[in-house]
C-alpha cells in the first residue's frame, strides 16, 4: 500500500515551527508493516492545495494531512480538497453532534465550521476535545496538533486498513565503511540488486571533522532475502581491502 503524508502550515515552511509529523507517521506506520512512500510540505494557500490534492486523488495512494482543518481565516485544507473533488462543504451530522455535546452554546458561530466537511466524508474520531477529522476517497485529514493528530491516524490505520498490516515487515542492516570513495561501492551494489531483486541497496556517505571518508552501505527489504544480500555486501568490502564495521 503506497502511502503519502502531507504536512500543511506557513509556519512549517518559515522555520516558525518544527515539523514533528513526518518522523512519527513513520514510527506508527512501521508498528504496522508500513511505510511512508512520500511526503509534501505546503503552504496555507488554496491553490497549491488543489493542484496537490486534484493531483493525489487520481492516484490510488493513502494520504494523511495534517493541518489546515480548523476555522480560522488561514485555514483552507477543508475547502481546498471540497473544491478538488468539485463538492460542497455541508455541515457532518456526526460531527455536529461530538462539537455540541462538547462545547454546548459556545459551538456556535466558529467552532461548528469545524464539523463542515465535503459531502459523504467519514468522521475521524478525537479522543482529545471531540472535534474530529475526516475522511474522503482515501483521504485522512487531520488536525495540526500532534497530541491530538497521532491518536487519530492509529484509529484510521487499525479501523481502515487493518488487513494491510504487513505481519512480516521488511528488515534493514548495514556497515559502515571507512575510507572508502563512494563511487568504488557501485558495482557491489549493482551485483547485490542484480542477484536480490527484492531488495533496495542504499548508501550514505559523509565526511568526518578530519577529512576521512566514511560510507554507511545497506541493504532493506524482506528478513531471508536481506540475510543473504548483506552477507554478499559484507563478502564484497572486505574482497576489496576496505575495513568496515557493523551497525
Same mark, same amino acid.
Given at each position: 500500500?503506497?502511502?503519502?503524508?502531507?504536512?500543511?502550515?506557513?509556519?512549517?515552511?518559515? @522555520?516558525?515551527?518544527? #515539523?514533528? $509529523?513526518?518522523?512519527? /507517521?513513520?514510527?506508527?506506520?512501521?508498528?504496522?508493516? =508500513?511505510? &511512508?512512500?512520500?511526503?509534501?510540505?505546503?503552504?496555507?494557500?488554496?491553490?497549491?492545495?488543489?493542484?496537490?490534492?486534484?493531483?493525489?486523488?487520481?492516484?490510488?495512494?493513502?494520504?494523511?494531512?495534517?493541518?489546515?482543518? @480548523?476555522?480560522?481565516? #488561514?485555514? $483552507?485544507?477543508?475547502? /481546498?480538497?471540497?473544491?478538488?473533488?468539485?463538492?460542497? =462543504?455541508? &455541515?457532518?451530522?456526526?460531527?455536529?453532534?461530538?462539537?455540541?455535546?462538547?462545547?454546548?452554546?459556545?459551538?456556535?458561530?466558529?467552532?461548528?465550521?469545524?464539523?463542515?466537511?465535503?459531502?459523504?466524508?467519514?468522521?475521524?474520531?478525537?479522543?482529545?476535545?471531540?472535534?474530529?477529522?475526516? /475522511?474522503?476517497?482515501?483521504?485522512?485529514?487531520?488536525?495540526?496538533?500532534?497530541?491530538?493528530?497521532?491518536?487519530?491516524?492509529?484509529?484510521?490505520?487499525?479501523?481502515?486498513?487493518?488487513?494491510?498490516?504487513?505481519?512480516?515487515?521488511?528488515?534493514?542492516?548495514?556497515?559502515?565503511?571507512?575510507?572508502?570513495?563512494?563511487?568504488?561501492?557501485?558495482?557491489?551494489?549493482?551485483?547485490?540488486?542484480?542477484?536480490?531483486?527484492?531488495?533496495?541497496?542504499?548508501?550514505?556517505?559523509?565526511?568526518?571533522?578530519?577529512?576521512?571518508?566514511?560510507?554507511?552501505?545497506?541493504?532493506?527489504?524482506?528478513?531471508?532475502?536481506?540475510?543473504?544480500?548483506?552477507?554478499?555486501?559484507?563478502?564484497?568490502?572486505?574482497?576489496?581491502?576496505?575495513?568496515?564495521?557493523?551497525?
Amino acid at each position: 500500500m503506497e502511502i503519502g503524508v502531507i504536512i500543511i502550515g506557513d509556519e512549517i515552511l518559515s @522555520g516558525k515551527r518544527q #515539523d514533528r $509529523h513526518f518522523a512519527r /507517521s513513520v514510527e506508527i506506520l512501521a508498528k504496522r508493516g =508500513l511505510s &511512508v512512500s512520500w511526503v509534501n510540505y505546503l503552504p496555507d494557500d488554496s491553490s497549491a492545495l488543489i493542484q496537490v490534492f486534484s493531483r493525489t486523488l487520481k492516484e490510488s495512494t493513502v494520504v494523511f494531512s495534517f493541518g489546515g482543518i @480548523g476555522a480560522t481565516p #488561514d485555514d $483552507h485544507t477543508r475547502q /481546498s480538497i471540497a473544491s478538488a473533488l468539485q463538492l460542497p =462543504l455541508v &455541515v457532518h451530522s456526526e460531527a455536529k453532534r461530538e462539537i455540541e455535546d462538547q462545547f454546548g452554546e459556545d459551538a456556535y458561530p466558529h467552532r461548528i465550521k469545524m464539523g463542515m466537511f465535503p459531502e459523504g466524508s467519514r468522521i475521524i474520531p478525537n479522543a482529545f476535545n471531540r472535534i474530529p477529522g475526516f /475522511s474522503i476517497h482515501r483521504h485522512h485529514f487531520l488536525p495540526g496538533f500532534p497530541s491530538m493528530a497521532w491518536d487519530m491516524m492509529e484509529w484510521v490505520l487499525d479501523n481502515e486498513y487493518e488487513d494491510q498490516r504487513v505481519a512480516t515487515p521488511n528488515v534493514e542492516r548495514s556497515i559502515l565503511i571507512l575510507d572508502a570513495p563512494e563511487s568504488e561501492l557501485i558495482p557491489v551494489m549493482n551485483q547485490c540488486l542484480s542477484k536480490y531483486p527484492m531488495c533496495k541497496v542504499f548508501s550514505l556517505p559523509t565526511i568526518t571533522s578530519d577529512r576521512r571518508r566514511k560510507v554507511e552501505l545497506g541493504v532493506k527489504g524482506p528478513k531471508e532475502q536481506v540475510s543473504l544480500a548483506f552477507s554478499q555486501i559484507q563478502r564484497a568490502i572486505t574482497d576489496l581491502g576496505f575495513k568496515w564495521s557493523e551497525l
